[in-house]
C-alpha cells in the first residue's frame, strides 16, 4: 500500500478499550504492509482518568508521537474528550465521536465545573463529526463490553482499509471465544458509520 503517513488520536477515559482499539488498528496497518508506530499515555486510567493512544502508520514512520494540530483523525470514545484534545487535530481532519458522556473524576471530586453547553460546544467546533452511540449499538449486539469494538468499525470506514484486513488483527488480537461477539460489534459499528 503506498501512503503518506496518517496520524490517528484515539482518547478517552480508562475502561473503554481504547489500548486494545489501537492495538487492533497498528495491527491492522502492519497487515497492510505498513510501517506502525503506536504510544499511549494513560496515567490515571484505573480510575476514569483521560487516556490517550496514538498510531501513525506509512511508507516509514519514524516517531511515536504525533505533533499538535497533525491528527487525520481524532477519535474520541467520551464527548468531553473530544474537546479536551481538540489541540491534536489537523485542519480538515476527520472526527469519530461516541455520543456518550462520563463525568470526570476532577468534575466528580469537584476539581472542575460541570461543562453545561457541551452540545453546542462540540457542534461549533466539528461541525462535520461522525457521532456514533456505540453503547446503544454494543447493547443492540448484546454486550455493553463491545463498545469499542463498535467505535473500531465506525473508525474503519474512515481507512484506507478493508474490513478483512480489520478483521484479521481482530482475531489475531482478541480470545477466540471473544471474538464472534467483538466481529459482530464490529460490523454493526462500521454500518451505523456508512448510514450517516
Known amino acids: 500500500m503506498d501512503m503518506k503517513t496518517m ?54 514512520v519514524y516517531s511515536p508521537i504525533i505533533p499538535d494540530g497533525t491528527s487525520d483523525l481524532l477519535v474520541s470514545f467520551e464527548r468531553l474528550e473530544a474537546l479536551r484534545w481538540r489541540h ?16 470526570p473524576v476532577t468534575v466528580s471530586s469537584g476539581q472542575q465545573a460541570e461543562v453545561t453547553d457541551l452540545d453546542e460546544r462540540l457542534r461549533a467546533e466539528y461541525p462535520s463529526a461522525l457521532y456514533v452511540d456505540a453503547l446503544a449499538v454494543a447493547k443492540e449486539v448484546g454486550n455493553t463490553r463491545t463498545m469499542n469494538m463498535v467505535l473500531a468499525g465506525a473508525l474503519s470506514v474512515l481507512t484506507p482499509f478493508s474490513a478483512e484486513l480489520w478483521h484479521q488483527a481482530m482475531q489475531e488480537r482478541i480470545p477466540a471465544k471473544l471474538v464472534d461477539m467483538n466481529l459482530k460489534a464490529f460490523e454493526a459499528g462500521r454500518a451505523r458509520a456508512v448510514t450517516r
Request: charged letters at 15%; a positive charge.
Open 7 to 60: 496520524n490517528v488520536s484515539l482518547v478517552g477515559v480508562g475502561g473503554q478499550g481504547i489500548l486494545l482499539t489501537s492495538d487492533i488498528l497498528a495491527k491492522t496497518a502492519a497487515l497492510a504492509g505498513l510501517d506502525v508506530k503506536k504510544s499511549e499515555i494513560h496515567g490515571m486510567a484505573q480510575r476514569g482518568g483521560s487516556v490517550i493512544s496514538q498510531v501513525r502508520f506509512g511508507e516509514k
Open 88 to 103: 491534536l487535530l489537523a485542519p480538515g481532519g476527520k472526527v469519530l465521536i461516541n455520543d456518550m458522556n462520563m463525568t
